[in-house]
């Protein structure tokens, strides 16, 4: 073939157009579903995280992390689509995306394109398992805070967290990527009324703008840096729902769902933090729905709805890492390959449930609900939200697509010195702190 006539073969090729989907979401669910997977529990920790920043400097962080964290999901999804049309493929997950981009990139980087995969789908793997923990502790903590007011003998955490475990493994059993939607719809309202009540109870009797120090200890800073990302950055759930898009080429539009869902998103998380710190200050909780007033309905009432939207969920954020490890490793193994549907199917439902058992697990041994969500935010979506989606775009446009002077190369490896900087520095004051924590025998299973 003419080497002109395949590069205007490739030029003509559009990948959203040979898309095999089996349901795929419209816009709006696409909307739905992209703002309920992103405003989880980690709103309601961004308050504890500026405490560790301070006041003026949370707000300016904060902002400018929305917005960063909005550039690189578009430096990601439009690297994915270039890699797609350079194979004639409709679509690509990220971790082969990730491989395929080292594949075509500089030289040096070609020979880590065959771990590429691995490693991405562990960030992938760690991030969802880690979220899935949070969601079960925060369940867990709230509805106890709610019953100990009503029970005269104080049960242990341990049993709360245990009793959504019937709700999750049936959640986890659904397949129907679409039917979260109207779940989805459930939880954003849910989420507004408890901006609502926050609003309600922040609003009250709020101390001198002044006495909320500007900055808070540097030393601490990474623990907000941890905590912004797992509460603004959701990369799963960002590409899961571009990936299931009946029309993918609106995500990234000027006024498509990414750019209006993480601008509704980073407005939110600043208010929300803002107006809880200013109330709360030092005594801010990891959840600021725990600073509520035990006794009184309206808040009792409020950590039981955004309990049950957390709950809700568990599903839709179960289902990237049962994908990945099925679709990418059990699937593949001999004996299934030689298996009937019948026993795939009942391996696959085997490999759902151990995933909750194994969520549920985890969460008891966690010390601390703050920490962990800052170490998972800063050890996972540093490299799947900010250092990847830069180093996939070097490749992506290696070595005549850089720009005047490879300024666009410049750029992106400030991004990548950006996220692996964040993933050491949060990481280590997470794990410092929680093994403080665990030195003094605290852990979330023993309150």
């Known amino acids: 073939m003419n080497p002109n006539q395949k590069e205007q073969d490739d030029e003509d090729y559009d990948p959203h157009l040979h898309r095999e989907l089996e349901d ?30 301070g006041m003026i400097n949370g707000i300016v962080c904060t902002m ?42 500089p030289k040096w980087m070609r020979r880590f394109s065959k771990y590429a995969g691995g490693i991405t789908n562990f ?22 805070t709610v019953f100990d007011q009503y029970i005269e003998r104080k049960i242990l955490l341990t049993f709360y967290i245990l009793m959504s475990l019937p709700l999750c493994l049936m959640l986890m059993c659904v397949k129907n990527f679409k039917m979260f939607a109207k779940v989805s719809l459930f939880g954003n309202v849910v989420a507004l009324l408890t901006i609502g009540v926050i609003g309600y109870y922040v609003f009250q009797d709020l101390p001198s703008f002044g006495n909320r120090p500007a900055f808070g200890n540097w030393a601490d800073f990474p623990l907000y840096f941890g905590t912004s990302l797992f509460a603004i950055q959701s990369v799963p759930v960002v ?20 750019n209006i869902g993480f601008g509704i998103v980073t407005v939110l998380y600043t208010i929300v933090a803002m107006m809880g710190y200013w109330k709360y200050g030092e005594d801010i909780k990891s959840s600021i729905t725990l600073n509520f007033p035990a006794e009184e309905a309206v808040g009792q009432s409020i950590r039981v709805l955004y309990s049950i939207s957390i709950v ?15 679709d990418d490793y059990v699937a593949n193994l001999q004996y299934f390959n030689e298996a009937n549907n019948c026993k795939k199917l009942m391996w696959e439902y085997a490999l759902r449930i151990v995933m909750v058992l194994f969520t549920f697990l985890m969460a008891l041994t966690i010390p601390h609900l703050g920490l962990f969500i800052s170490l998972v935010g800063g050890f996972c979506l540093s490299m799947l939200g900010i250092a990847f989606p830069a180093l996939m775009e070097i490749c992506v446009l290696w070595p005549d697509r850089l720009g005047k002077h490879k300024w666009m190369l410049w750029k992106d490896l400030c991004i990548v010195a950006i996220g692996f900087v964040g993933f050491g520095a949060s990481c280590y004051a997470s794990i410092r702190d929680i093994y403080t924590e665990l030195s003094a025998g605290n852990t979330i299973g023993s309150t």
């Open 24 to 53: 795929p979401s419209t816009n709006f669910e696409t909307f739905l579903n992209l703002l309920k997977g992103v405003l989880g529990t980690g709103i309601l920790a961004m308050p504890e995280g500026f405490k560790y920043a």
């Open 64 to 105: 400018l992390i929305g917005i960063f964290s909005t550039y690189c999901f578009h430096v990601l999804v439009r690297s994915q689509y270039v890699l797609c049309k350079k194979n004639k493929i409709g679509l690509l997950p990220y971790p082969h995306s990730m491989k395929a981009a080292l594949a075509i990139g």
């Open 123 to 144: 960030f992938l793997i760690a991030y969802q398992i880690g979220t899935l923990c949070v969601y079960v502790i925060f369940v867990g903590v709230n509805i106890k």
């Open 239 to 258: 590409v899961s729902v571009e990936n299931n898009m009946a029309t993918p080429a609106n995500f990234l539009e000027r006024f498509g769902s990414l």
């Open 312 to 326: 809700s969920s568990y599903g839709l954020n179960g289902i990237v890492p049962i994908r990945i490890i099925w």
